[in-house]
């Protein structure tokens, strides 16, 4: 028995180590193999170079300046190795003079450690003409490594910064969501730059070389190229930009010229500021100074910038009047005053209107037609029309993080704050006041719908590398809305046009392109109930006076283009935008986009 069990057990033994000798010398031979590899072949990632972004007429707009970084050896911080990491530091500092030693030190330490084998960047960019007369003499040096490393610039500068937006470092988050911003190092954080990043950065490419024990290389094995330089062609025209901004010197607001079809030929968010800053890292003066304006320059009024319409919402409700439950012939007698429960409301005329149908009241922007045609319709027709027209989503800009707006109902009340809805609130909506919010690229869409009965998605790409891009436009009004639209825009005509017209007076345009629009006065602080006699907007303090809107298109009988101009605490539409449209018009007229 003891005999069998000692048998027994040495068969076990040696079955196991059998079992071991078979797993070292065959079934672990790949393992090994591949491990010994990885020790001889190295793969390099090779970082692609950001596409270029040009405007309509190949202009660059965002383009690489060519330049170098400088990389050093890791484990130079060592006490066997610091005197040769000072060294690298110091004739680094004698071949550039304004380079930041604590900026190097702190760049290396940042990351050097026992695990990191890879050169570390230490310089993130020596320009071409700096680098060139002494390049010879860095490459020689073996802890120091030159590598090509383009930046983003901006010749334009502030102009169209909102919509171009910027290129900057990559944080921890963005890396997290795109492993290719490791090798990069920047992405786009802000507009096109940023909608259209992962077009624009391309993809990597790779060396496969081999290396001996020291990490030197002896031979290269295989190499693919990134996928880069990848165009971007877009829709604006940036001498029609630059025009523009010259037009907003010292004003806040936003402007837009768009084609019919969403194409946009221009879109300004004012106040501008030099996007150049981003790319390197923006000062903390800089930074304080713009974040703490009150004109808020950071912010991109184009899409992000919410203010009640005013006025220049009559077009649409008056559309859904006529359309509903009013017949285009009804009238009102305006006498500039229509109380309702304990309250007033008034109409900005203050001898009233007298007899008003839906053109005269477009025409004249009378509130007290739209104050007791509201009472008729309903906040629940008015509020599902003017959605189904645009409003209260996103347009689908190809820009990032667009705002929605607000267009104020019953179900939207009872949601947001859990409350009944008012008579009253029916009333402030239908003058686009109260809680109804827009961004103006929303009311330059609204407006397309107005002049030509189709809602185009407004876009800046023209062409993505050799592709074109297709205008998406939605059909959204009834057949009924279709046949009397023309009334409406009759009425848009006479308000540029007549001599009651709202805008007519502050219109300087060129008599051959003749015009449709609606001015808007959006109040900035509500107007006490016992206040007999309102305060001039020029009277007010500035940031108490109201936003000033002109929405257009043009021509009146052709429809091409819409021109929207929105200037903050500008008082008066006509009077503040009136003389910025006209002078954007003549400079289409000017640069062949209208014809007589």
């Keep these: 028995m003891k005999v069998k069990f000692i048998i027994s057990v040495f068969s076990i033994i040696w079955l196991a180590i059998i079992s071991r000798i078979f797993f070292l010398s065959v079934q672990s031979n790949g393992y090994y193999e591949k491990l010994s590899q990885n020790n001889t072949i190295k793969k390099e990632k090779i970082a692609p170079v950001r596409g270029e972004i040009v405007d309509r007429n190949n202009k660059p707009i965002a383009i690489n300046k060519l330049g170098f970084k400088i990389l050093l050896r890791p484990h130079l911080r060592s006490k066997k190795n610091i005197k040769i990491f000072n060294e690298e530091v110091d004739n680094l500092l004698k071949f550039f003079p304004n380079l930041s030693r604590k900026k190097i030190i702190k760049n290396y330490k940042k990351v050097d450690s026992y695990y990191n084998h890879d050169y570390i960047s230490v310089v993130d960019f020596i320009s071409y003409k700096d680098m060139i007369p002494v390049y010879s003499q860095l490459n020689l040096r073996k802890n120091l490594q030159i590598v090509q490393s383009p930046k983003r610039y901006y010749p334009y500068k502030e102009v169209a910064a909102h919509l171009i937006g910027y290129v900057a470092r990559a944080n921890k988050k963005d890396i997290k969501k795109d492993k290719l911003l490791k090798l990069i190092g920047y992405t786009g954080k802000a507009g096109l730059e940023n909608y259209y990043n992962s077009y624009l950065q391309g993809q990597a490419g790779y060396r496969e070389i081999k290396v001996n024990a020291s990490n030197e290389e002896i031979e290269e094995l295989s190499y693919k190229k990134p996928v880069e330089d990848r165009k971007l062609t877009l829709t604006i025209d940036m001498e029609l930009q630059k025009y523009i901004s010259s037009l907003f010197v010292g004003k806040a607001g936003a402007v837009i010229v768009m084609r019919v079809d969403g194409a946009i030929l221009a879109a300004s968010s004012f106040p501008e500021y030099d996007i150049n800053t981003f790319v390197t890292g923006i000062s903390y003066k800089m930074w304080n ?39 285009p012939s009804y009238t009102v007698y305006c006498n500039s005053k229509m109380p309702l429960g304990k309250r007033v409301f008034r109409c900005w005329k203050k001898t009233g209107h007298k ?73 402030n909506t239908s003058i686009g006041q109260g809680d109804f919010l827009v961004t103006p690229l929303q009311m330059a869409q609204f407006t397309a719908l107005m002049a030509t009965g189709k809602l185009p998605t407004p876009h800046f790409a023209k062409k993505i590398g050799d592709i074109e891009y297709k205008p998406k436009i939605k059909n959204v009004l009834t057949k009924k809305e279709l046949k009397r639209l023309p009334i409406i825009q009759k009425a848009m005509m006479e308000v540029c046009n007549y001599s009651a017209g709202t805008a007519t007076h502050y219109l300087k345009l060129n008599p051959k392109i003749k015009i449709a629009g609606k001015t808007g006065t959006a109040q900035v602080v509500g107007i006490l109930q016992d206040i007999k006699k309102r305060q001039l907007e020029h009277e007010m303090a500035y940031y108490s006076r109201s936003h000033a809107w002109f929405t257009s298109y043009g021509p009146y009988k052709n429809p091409q283009y819409i021109v929207l101009a929105m200037v903050e605490h500008g008082g008066h539409g006509g009077h503040a935008a009136g003389a910025i449209v006209s002078k954007i018009y003549n400079k289409l007229y000017k640069l062949g986009y209208l014809k007589p």
């Design 289 to 327: 100074k713009l974040s703490n304006s009150l004109d808020k320059p950071f912010t991109n009024k184009i899409v992000h910038g919410l203010y009640p319409p005013g006025s220049t919402i009559k077009t649409g409700l008056g559309l859904i009047y006529i359309t509903t439950y009013i017949n």
């Design 355 to 427: 007899k008003t149908d839906i053109v005269k009241a477009i025409r004249e922007s009378c509130d007290d037609y739209f104050y007791k045609g509201s009472l008729q319709v309903g906040i629940k027709t008015m509020s599902e029309g003017l959605i189904r027209y645009g409003l209260g989503k996103e347009t689908g800009v190809d820009l990032p993080n667009e705002f929605f707006g607000t267009v104020p109902s019953r179900a939207w009340k009872r949601k947001k704050y859990n409350r009944p809805w008012y008579m009253g609130e029916t009333v």
